[in-house]
């Protein structure tokens, strides 16, 4: 009985020596950004008809179509970002197809962009975007600022 209990209390001596030997407590770590060697620069083209924008006022028609412009350069910038999701579905039967869907989406989150320009070209109004990654990389530094260890001091 008491070489059972001695054995036990070794064992739980030796693993808290172990744990005192854990590197989780015994050093400081510093970190620092890594900056990229090249930033690049995105632009899109957004474009709306106003003709067919659901109002009866035409002014808010010209509005309307702005906005909805400007929402479809942000699409495609967020496809140039992140790149677009595609499913599709075939059906065939006696190797014939009967019915053929695709089906895209995009998801992303764009910071930065600027408008270059918007205006109406005929019936259409386009709205031109511009995101600089070096904007794109200071918003990020404002954020998120460990990446890379600087200095590591050992105890």
Same mark, same amino acid.
């Given at each position: 009985?008491?070489?059972?209990? !001695? *054995?036990?209390? &070794? &064992?739980? $001596? =030796? ?7 854990? *590197? ?8 620092? =950004?890594?900056? +990229?060697? =090249?930033? +690049? ?7 709306a008809?106003? *003709? ?10 010209? $509005?309307?179509?702005?906005?909805? #412009? ?6 495609? !910038? =967020? ?7 595609? #499913? #599709? ?5 006696n ?7 695709? /089906? ?12 270059? /320009? #918007?205006?109406?070209v ?9 995101l600089?990654? /070096? ?7 404002a ?13």
């Amino acid at each position: 009985m008491k070489t059972r209990s !001695l *054995s036990k209390i &070794c &064992c739980v $001596l =030796a693993c808290l020596a172990l744990l005192g030997c854990s *590197s989780v407590y015994d050093k400081h770590v510093q970190w620092q =950004a890594v900056k +990229p060697e =090249a930033f +690049p620069v995105l632009t899109a083209v957004g474009q709306a008809p106003i *003709s067919l924008q659901k109002s009866t006022n035409e002014t808010q028609k010209m $509005l309307m179509a702005i906005h909805a #412009s400007k929402i479809a350069a942000y699409a495609e !910038l =967020a496809e140039q970002v992140y790149g677009q999701q595609l #499913s #599709s579905d075939l059906t065939m039967r006696n190797l014939i197809i009967e019915d053929q869907r695709l /089906k895209t989406s995009v998801q992303g989150v764009i910071r930065g962009a600027k408008v270059i /320009k #918007s205006y109406p070209v005929g019936d259409t109004y386009t709205t031109e975007l511009h995101l600089d990654f /070096k904007d794109v990389w200071d918003i990020y530094l404002a954020n998120n600022r460990q990446k890379e260890i600087k200095h590591v001091k050992y105890y």
